[in-house]
């Protein structure tokens, strides 16, 4: 295995069943919302292992609109001017895992349409999982994150360079790409962490206005 690409296996997870149920819930059902999220919430947590992997990488800026990571040429003026002047990038892939997301399609609808509560829920910890361990490893304060497809600057077919570069990282972890250019397992997300002084969000030039995982007004 390359020097420079770690793979996390083991990451820990844990759930605000309170929150959850505020949010999916009204006060006519939240007593059942909750005995339902706990019983679920424990058979997820049997199931589920969760995975991150990640390489240090650095870059060459080609011109105005593409970069090359590791011979892998991209293309986006976005991915380009916020990368730019970084001499460590980490290209990530942060997943439910596999074992998860067989055992959800083994499930009837219902239980499915809770399941997918702690499914995403898994993955957003595993990807900070990766972030928090990047900051750690390499002494850096802060890094923000771009992810091919989040936006159509850097477009999802940009996938299938993203996971060139990315060699058999994925395989490590479970992870494979479609045609279509969508990731399995369902819950997987992928992108590059970058240093920075200023936090950077997708949300910032989003147009989706009433996305409910908005974590900054957009400023375009």
């Known amino acids: 295995m390359q ?3 770690c793979v996390i296996d083991t990451i820990p997870i844990s759930f605000d069943l309170e ?3 505020k949010k999916y819930s009204s006060p006519d059902n939240y007593e059942g919302i909750m005995d339902t999220l706990k019983d679920v919430s424990v058979r997820v947590l049997n199931v589920a292992r969760p ?7 650095a870059l060459d800026v080609l011109n105005d609109e593409q970069i090359k990571i590791k011979g ?3 293309t986006s003026a976005l991915l ?3 990368l730019e002047g970084r001499n460590r990038i980490f290209p990530y892939i942060a997943t439910e895992g596999p074992e998860l997301s067989e055992w959800n399609s083994s499930l009837d609808f219902f239980d499915q349409l809770f399941v997918n509560y702690f499914r995403q829920e898994i993955m957003t910890q595993c990807k900070n999982h990766a972030e928090e361990t990047i900051l750690k490893k390499y002494g850096i304060d802060q890094v923000s994150s771009m992810n091919p497809g ?3 600057a850097w477009p999802l077919t940009q996938q299938k ?3 060139e570069l990315m060699d058999l990282a994925p395989e490590e972890i479970g992870v ?3 045609p279509s250019m969508l990731m399995a397992p369902e819950f997987t997300v992928s992108g590059i962490f970058f240093q920075t002084t200023t936090k950077f969000h997708n949300c910032e030039l989003c147009p989706r206005e009433n996305c409910p995982n908005r974590k900054k007004p957009q400023n375009v």
Not at 51 to 57: E, N
């Open 51 to 57: 995975k991150a992997v990640f390489k240090l990488s």
């Open 3 to 5: 020097d420079d690409l």
């Open 19 to 21: 929150s959850m149920c």
């Open 161 to 163: 360079e993203f996971f």
């Open 176 to 178: 494979q790409l479609f």
């Open 150 to 152: 989040s936006l159509a």
């Open 80 to 82: 380009r001017e916020k």
């Open 72 to 74: 892998v040429t991209f």
